[in-house]
């Protein structure tokens, strides 16, 4: 009985506790300062038909709102306001009766500022790190812990870098990839001789493909890269700003991918002691090549996917293939093809660490 | 010579000298996979479902990153399986979290790349969001329904008579060793290129209240989950499958 209220507690306590939060967040309207209301009733009160330039057919609606205040001086009154959307709702979106929704208030308006989107977003959190203790137990909590101080560090930079107004920004990211491979790593494999290896070849692999990367954009002067098609530029100038991202983006793969290799080699030592520094760093690129494919598949599916909602209006609005891509893909391509570079560099390099340092170690050791 | 032509010689330069036939095969694993994704929307952009679009193209860029250029047959087939079946179950689960999240399209701090277009092009954004959901996470179902398939293949080589409990534990284990990498992967490909939002974010002092409703954020943060929670699911349904196809072939031998 006490062994398996152990082994169970763990992931009953996330199930509680993550429910009793979901619903919190229904309550935690009087913790915002902004003005929430929840929708008690709505009404279409216009619908027109619309026609672009580009004979695209939409349908445009207003709804009457009414709504109960949930916080600030008011709470509990009902407020009216009008909300429109249109059927694509690209840019708008359709309130409906139970949503809670945040307003701005003046004397004389009511606006509508957007959706409250708290629960959703916490009931998605508390699907995920409940599937991940239930299935995974420790390794899955490591695995969290991981990207939440990953998470933190990542903020601290930002932080940073805003103080130092921006000053010094590439060595600023390229620090704080150093910095985030050695604690991922540290998580993950604990202080060993694994974690070694596995930390100097992402870091040389990294740096291998950024600066033959770098060697290219210059020799093809960034011939059909179009930095200002970058999103979110505010104080950082594009390229900097997009040779960071890149860097960070990559990082993880080469990481996964190294921590694989270096795994298998290790195991194939033990297994065979005897075993050559030559056989090591074959069997390690033979390891490699079979992960490499999938890995750069997994970065080019996240940068390139993501791009869909705008490359989809670009062709939409009339625009052809080749300037569609160009102002939404470029970039994308261009970092899934800098950080697949590097993903295929470190196996070489990684293999090659982890034979040497394998064999001379044996050898000491007779 | 463009730099992205460029820039993709040296990866096929790359790949074959450290892969050689193999590595070209990943290296056109690669472009094909692309080209799914920009026939996928120039299919939606032609007003077909998309839904559908993803489902069918979705199983198709799953078989590129899983088949081409990988030959153990017991490996490829069962993290086929299993991926297609992880990508029905994150369907099912996508399109109601998208529904009531309505994070679709676009968000204030987009506007400026909006100007002069226009919106009202009468396509479902909310549909186009599960389709990117869906498509951003294919990638990762691949690759770690791959590392499972491959682990728990060789174990079945050296112990033939494995039994079926046995099986799930190294299934598992194999899980337990791959997420904390596979986790990183995911979180520094979404949150690399999000360096320049939490640069705007900051620069423009949005309070925490503010970040954990805005729209764009909250439209990449579920992303993350989503696609962490494929990945999870993606361990025990690979066993599951694998155990399968071993019941079958074995009673077939008695």
């Known amino acids: 009985m006490g062994k398996y209220l152990r082994r169970w507690w763990g992931p009953l306590v996330i199930f509680v506790g993550g429910l009793l939060l979901v619903i919190g967040t229904r309550y935690a309207a009087p913790l915002y300062s902004q003005p929430v209301m929840q929708v008690i009733a709505s009404r279409v009160t216009q619908t027109s038909k619309t026609q672009d330039e580009f004979n695209n057919r939409d349908h445009q609606y207003t709804q009457q709102l009414t709504g109960r205040m949930l916080n600030g001086s008011r709470r509990g009154h009902s407020v009216q306001v009008k909300n429109s959307y249109t059927t694509s709702g690209a840019f708008d979106q359709k309130y409906r009766v139970g949503d809670q929704v945040f307003i701005s208030m003046t004397k004389q308006t009511i606006l509508i500022k957007g959706l409250k989107r708290d629960t959703v977003l916490v009931t998605l959190l508390w699907l995920a790190v409940f599937l991940l203790v239930l299935l995974l137990h420790r390794a899955g909590l490591m695995a969290l812990l991981s990207v939440a101080l990953n998470l933190v560090v990542f903020f601290l930079a930002i932080e940073l870098n805003m103080a130092r107004r921006s000053d010094g920004f590439l060595w600023l990211f390229g620090g704080l990839a150093l910095v985030f491979a050695l604690l991922t790593l540290w998580l993950i494999l604990g202080p060993t001789k694994q974690m070694v290896i596995t930390f100097v070849a992402t870091i040389s692999g990294t740096a291998l493909s950024l600066g033959l990367s770098a060697l290219v954009l210059a020799l093809t002067q960034h011939k059909g890269i179009y930095y200002e098609t970058m999103a979110y530029v505010t104080q950082v100038a594009p390229q900097p700003l997009f040779l960071a991202a890149t860097l960070l983006g990559s990082l993880g793969a080469v990481m996964d991918e190294s921590t694989d290799i270096v795994a298998t080699l290790f195991e194939l030592k033990t297994d065979k002691p005897s075993i050559s520094a030559h056989e090591l760093f074959q069997a390690g690129r033979q390891v490699g090549t079979t992960i490499m494919g999938p890995l750069i598949n997994v970065l080019l599916l996240i940068f390139i996917a993501e791009t869909f909602p705008i490359a989809l209006l670009l062709l939409k609005n009339g625009n052809s293939w080749g300037y569609t891509f160009s102002m939404t893909m470029s970039l994308g391509m261009a970092q899934s093809l800098i950080s697949g570079i590097g993903i295929v560099l470190a196996i070489p390099v990684v293999s090659f660490l982890a034979s040497r340092l394998l064999v001379t170690k044996a050898g000491a050791v007779e | ?254």
């Open chain 2, 1 to 254: 010579m463009s730099t992205i032509m460029a820039l993709s010689l040296v990866l096929l330069a790359v790949m074959i000298l450290v892969g050689g036939r193999k590595g070209a095969m990943a290296f056109l694993s690669i472009w094909l996979n692309f080209g799914c994704l920009f026939l996928a929307i120039v299919l939606v952009s032609l007003h077909f479902s998309p839904i559908m679009v993803t489902l069918i193209l979705g199983i198709l860029m799953l078989a590129l990153t899983i088949f081409v250029g990988q030959d153990d047959l017991r490996t490829t087939q069962t993290a086929f399986f299993a991926a297609v079946l992880v990508l029905l179950i994150l369907l099912a689960l996508i399109v109601p979290i998208e529904h009531w999240a309505a994070v679709q399209g676009f968000g204030m701090e987009d506007s400026d790349e909006l100007e002069g277009m226009s919106l009202l092009v009468g396509i479902n954004f909310v549909q186009i969001s599960i389709a990117t959901a869906v498509l951003s996470t294919l990638g990762a179902i691949a690759e770690a329904a791959m590392a499972i398939a491959a682990g728990l293949s060789e174990l079945i080589e050296q112990h033939p008579t494995i039994s079926r409990r046995a099986l799930f534990k190294s299934g598992l284990h194999v899980g337990q060793q791959i997420i904390g990498t596979t986790f990183n992967t995911l979180f520094f490909g979404f949150f690399g290129g999000l360096l320049g939002l939490f640069i705007w974010f900051a620069d423009l002092n949005y309070t925490w209240g503010e970040l954990l409703n805005n729209k764009v954020l909250d439209a990449e943060i579920i992303l993350v989950l989503l696609a962490l929670i494929s990945v999870i699911l993606t361990v025990p349904m690979t066993t599951w499958v694998m155990a399968q196809r071993l019941q079958i072939s074995r009673k077939k031998q008695s």
